[in-house]
């Protein structure tokens, strides 16, 4: 019997320990900073503004990238207990052949830092929160 309240409460630990770690990723951020790979041609929309949100029990997201284009996330999930997102954009590729770029976001020191990868690494951006900037 002891056993189960044990394992109920290291479970219901994990849980909100979780629950934590995802509101951390919860507002609005700028990103500040792109770090382009030689093979980047610019086609790969990143995010300039977004916005996460948890709603109805659920992570959800919409962005303007850097052609000003406003959408959502089709894409909003954690992994890693928590510890990192996956983005993903809307709106597919240009061709059947390609593959979609897929965001691997941490938090870093209080900032957002993403590697975008397709079958390779594509590049990277950091984020600010907004409330932290001058906008």
Excluded at 92 to 118: D, F, M, Q, R, Y
């Amino acid at each position: 019997m002891y056993k189960h309240k044990y394992a109920i409460a290291i479970l219901i630990f994990f849980i909100s320990t979780s629950s934590l770690l995802a509101n951390d990723f919860i507002g609005e951020w700028k990103v500040t900073k792109v770090i382009c790979s030689d093979s980047y041609f610019g086609e790969i929309k990143y995010p300039k503004l977004f916005k996460i949100e948890k709603k109805n029990g659920n992570i959800t997201g919409h962005y303007k990238d850097q052609f000003d284009y406003e959408n959502r996330f089709e894409l909003v999930v954690l992994i890693n207990n928590g510890q990192e997102l996956l983005l993903s954009n809307c709106c597919g590729t240009k061709h059947p052949e390609s593959w979609s770029p897929l965001h691997k976001v941490k938090i870093i020191n209080g900032k957002l830092h993403a590697v975008v990868v397709t079958d390779h690494i594509e590049f990277e951006w950091t984020a600010e929160r907004k409330m932290n900037l001058d906008l």
